[in-house]
Nanobody, 131 residues
Framework: QVQLVESGGGLVQPGGSLRLSCEASGFTLDDYVIGWFRQAPGKEREGVSCTSTRAFVPYYRNSVKGRFDISIDNTKNTVSLQMNNLKPEDTADYYC????????????????????????WGKGTLVTVSS
């Protein structure tokens, strides 16, 4: 079965950390660009961070630079998002998505590609940052 499954969301206080994981099954991440996206209530979906096994430099949106770190573990076919110094404005549903490397770039996937362009989406995990 081809799918992406996110985990690791939860409730955390401002300044805290969470580590999100996205496990792929039925396909290998090496052939794809992988991205983390988020959507807060009443707001549009936004690309948080995107990368691939061939990327020299991952993409991060400005508001998370220096706080979030994306990584791929090929042995586990998993992409993770380490989130540090979390802020209330980071509260959102977080989704991972995958698109064939031949069809996009790391930057494009996070900033230009449409949701319908993705080959696979996970169902999401909720991150709530609140005191």
């Amino acid at each position: 079965q081809v799918q992406l499954v996110e985990s690791g969301g939860g409730l955390v206080q401002p300044g805290g950390s969470l580590r999100l994981s996205c496990e792929a099954s039925g396909f290998t991440l090496d052939d794809y660009v992988i991205g983390w996206f988020r959507q807060a209530p009443g707001k549009e979906r936004e690309g948080v961070s995107c990368t691939s096994t061939r990327a020299f430099v991952p993409y991060y949106r400005n508001s998370v630079k220096g706080r979030f770190d994306i990584s791929i573990d090929n042995t586990k076919n998993t992409v993770s998002l380490q989130m540090n110094n979390l802020k209330p404005e980071d509260t959102a549903d977080y989704y991972c998505a995958a698109r064939k490397r031949s069809a996009t770039t790391v930057r494009s996937m996070c900033t230009e590609d449409l949701a319908a362009d993705m080959d696979y989406w996970g169902k999401g995990t909720l991150v709530t940052v609140s005191s």
